[in-house]
């Protein structure tokens, strides 16, 4: 005799699929936000990651515990790891824009021969080993080189982590859908079904 367990889906859609999901694009909705409010963007995106950490240590105390990886715990890790790439995201647009900043912008100093530049015509100060210090002008472009550069990078990881999620979404849900079909279950005459599994 075999016996077949299998979970009400409308649970877990209401407790834990829905307000995941919700939070998940709380994260990507953070990567709209200019770069050059960081405090907003941090506190979105480490409130969806510590939230989504949350509910998945919830769902472990409201299902039986297994010996092996379920559907529902495949979802959260799937949850936790997109909100996580938004935070990495992040890190990596904020250390593109200072780098940017901190090659083109500021005072350089560079030495050069004083008898390359004649120190009376310029009015520079020669040292003891006969070089003069040569100051480089300041680019008033770079911040707004520096902005327009990680705007485009937020733009391309916008579609990309969009993409991505979908893609997620759908093999997922084809998965649930393909797992219960191979247990003999029918849908209704809606299309709907009474029960899913989630393990």
């Given amino acids: ?7 009400k889906l409308t649970y877990h859609l ?7 999901l919700l939070f998940v694009c709380l994260g990507w909705m953070s990567m709209f936000i200019p770069i050059e409010h960081i405090p907003g963007r941090v506190v979105m ?10 509910m998945f240590g919830a769902t472990t105390t409201v299902t039986p515990p297994v010996s092996y990886a379920t559907k529902l715990d495949f979802w959260m890790v799937g949850c ?28 350089k100093e ?9 120190v009376n015509n310029l009015g520079l100060k020669v040292g003891q080993d006969g070089w003069v210090a040569s100051v480089s002008k300041k680019s008033g472009n770079t911040n707004e080189d520096a902005r327009k550069i990680t705007r485009k990078v937020d733009k391309i990881c916008i579609r990309v982590y969009f993409g991505v ?9 084809l998965d ?17 079904y009474d029960c899913f599994r989630l393990n």
């Fill in 1 to 7: 005799m075999r016996i077949s367990l299998t979970r």
């Fill in 14 to 20: 209401l407790r834990t699929y829905l307000p995941s």
């Fill in 45 to 54: 995106g480490m409130t969806a990651l510590l939230t989504v950490s949350s």
């Fill in 80 to 107: 936790i790891c997109f909100v996580f790439a938004v935070l990495l995201e992040f890190i990596v647009v904020i250390t593109l824009k200072y780098s940017i900043i901190d090659r083109d912008e500021g005072l």
């Fill in 110 to 118: 560079a030495k050069i021969p004083a008898q390359v530049h004649p």
């Fill in 165 to 173: 999620m979908v893609i997620f979404n759908i093999i997922y849900w």
């Fill in 176 to 192: 649930v859908w393909m797992t219960n079909q191979n247990h003999g279950q029918t849908p209704k005459s809606d299309g709907t």
